[in-house]
């Protein structure tokens, strides 16, 4: 019997041996049933013998489990050379990129990061930057005004007053975020950023300003020259202003910011004396500057959200 279950190799063929055992009519049921008619030491044998053979039975059963197990898994190789479910990799958003960019550089330069609300009040987007109630500089910014008389930020130059009177002079800034106008085409949004730099301690000259607006250039456009234009403008809050070009690839002139010396009102406004104290600040449009680093021709697709546009720009 022990020879037999061991030559035993399906789970079949031994199921039907241990009913043909310990079945119903099963010769060791049988045997069993007649144990009464036995002395004590056949009884004890045959317990013995009883318990041995279930165990032997158990042992097959689980070798024989073992055995398809093993099989099977030979069988199942693995597949490496299949193509994995597609992952989908984020990217920065070349608005977000843009802006890391920029600050490294600004920050590398010294000049120290600054935010400010975008609903902003009178004084700060208009007043103290030198543009009082009914001056026609107002129009120049088609501006969103609220109920209540307070705006959305039509230029980040609210942040330099902030940052003025909270932190006072020398102070070497820039801020950056949302600005709003009421214009909208393939070059202006509602909706856009500026990046706005202040510079303010002794002896600050225009020469500093432009050396530091070649050198941002150069850096973020990752050109080895910048040839640049500098043009007469106006904006209330600095005296001179200027407005700066730089040379295109295409030798074409591409205005890219606003920029002067800040006008002593401004700094009459946040407290500082300007025989004292002077600088200058520059503001630029960052949704434009990106544009132009990435090459992009619309800029309402630039923040539309639309996962295919950036897909199809190479984000
Ligand atoms: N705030 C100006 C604008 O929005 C840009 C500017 C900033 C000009 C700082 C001069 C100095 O057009």
Same mark, same amino acid.
Not at 258 to 267: D, I, K, S
């Given at each position: 019997m022990q020879?037999?279950?061991k030559?035993?190799n399906?789970?079949?063929?031994l199921? *039907?041996l241990?009913?043909a055992?310990f079945?119903?009519?099963g010769?060791?049921?049988m045997?069993?049933?007649?144990m009464k ?7 004890a044998?045959?317990n ?6 279930r165990?032997? $039975?158990k042992?097959?059963q689980?070798?024989?489990e ?5 099989a ?8 490496v050379?299949?193509n *994995?479910a597609?992952?989908n990799?984020g990217t920065l ?10 600050s490294?550089i600004l920050e590398s330069f010294?000049?120290?990061p600054?935010t400010?609300p ?8 208009f ?7 009914h001056?026609?500089?107002r ?6 005004f609220?109920?209540?008389?307070n ?7 609210a ?5 003025m ?6 102070i070497k800034?820039f ?6 106008r009421?214009?909208?085409?393939a070059?202006?949004?509602p ?5 706005? /730099?202040l510079y303010?301690d002794?002896d600050?000259?225009?020469?500093d300003?432009?050396a530091?607006?070649?050198a941002?250039?150069k850096?973020f $456009?990752?050109?080895?020259?910048v040839?640049?234009?500098i043009?007469?403008?106006f $904006?209330p809050f ?5 407005e700066?070009d ?6 074409k002139?591409?205005e890219?910011?606003?920029? /002067?010396?800040?006008h002593p009102?401004v700094?009459?406004?946040?407290g500082?004396?300007?025989?004292e104290?002077?600088?200058f600040a520059?503001g630029f449009?960052w949704?434009r500057?990106?544009m132009?680093?990435?090459n992009?021709p619309d800029?309402?697709?630039f923040?539309g959200?639309d996962?295919r546009?950036?897909?199809s720009a190479g984000f």
């Amino acid at each position: 019997m022990q020879e037999q279950i061991k030559n035993i190799n399906t789970l079949e063929e031994l199921q *039907a041996l241990y009913t043909a055992t310990f079945g119903k009519n099963g010769t060791m049921t049988m045997r069993l049933r007649e144990m009464k008619n036995l002395d004590n030491k056949a009884r004890a044998a045959l317990n013995l013998e009883n318990t041995e053979l279930r165990e032997l $039975f158990k042992t097959r059963q689980n070798e024989i489990e073992n055995e398809i197990l093993i099989a099977g898994l030979k069988k199942q190789k693995l597949d490496v050379s299949l193509n *994995a479910a597609p992952e989908n990799r984020g990217t920065l958003h070349p608005m977000t990129q843009s802006l890391v960019e920029i600050s490294f550089i600004l920050e590398s330069f010294g000049y120290k990061p600054y935010t400010g609300p975008e609903i902003e009040d009178d004084w700060h987007n208009f007043t103290a930057l030198n543009t009082p109630a009914h001056h026609p500089a107002r129009d120049m910014q088609d501006t969103f005004f609220l109920p209540n008389g307070n705006v959305m930020r039509t230029q980040t130059s609210a942040i330099q007053i902030r940052a003025m009177e909270s932190d006072g002079v020398p102070i070497k800034m820039f801020g950056i975020g949302s600005t709003y106008r009421k214009e909208m085409d393939a070059t202006h949004g509602p909706m856009f950023g500026q990046i706005e /730099g202040l510079y303010i301690d002794k002896d600050i000259t225009m020469s500093d300003l432009i050396a530091d607006i070649r050198a941002f250039l150069k850096r973020f $456009f990752e050109m080895d020259e910048v040839v640049l234009r500098i043009r007469p403008s106006f $904006f209330p809050f600095t005296d001179p202003s200027i407005e700066v070009d730089l040379k295109w690839k295409n030798d074409k002139w591409l205005e890219i910011m606003g920029a /002067g010396m800040v006008h002593p009102n401004v700094l009459r406004n946040c407290g500082i004396n300007p025989d004292e104290y002077q600088g200058f600040a520059f503001g630029f449009g960052w949704d434009r500057l990106a544009m132009l680093k990435y090459n992009l021709p619309d800029l309402r697709d630039f923040r539309g959200n639309d996962i295919r546009w950036l897909k199809s720009a190479g984000f």
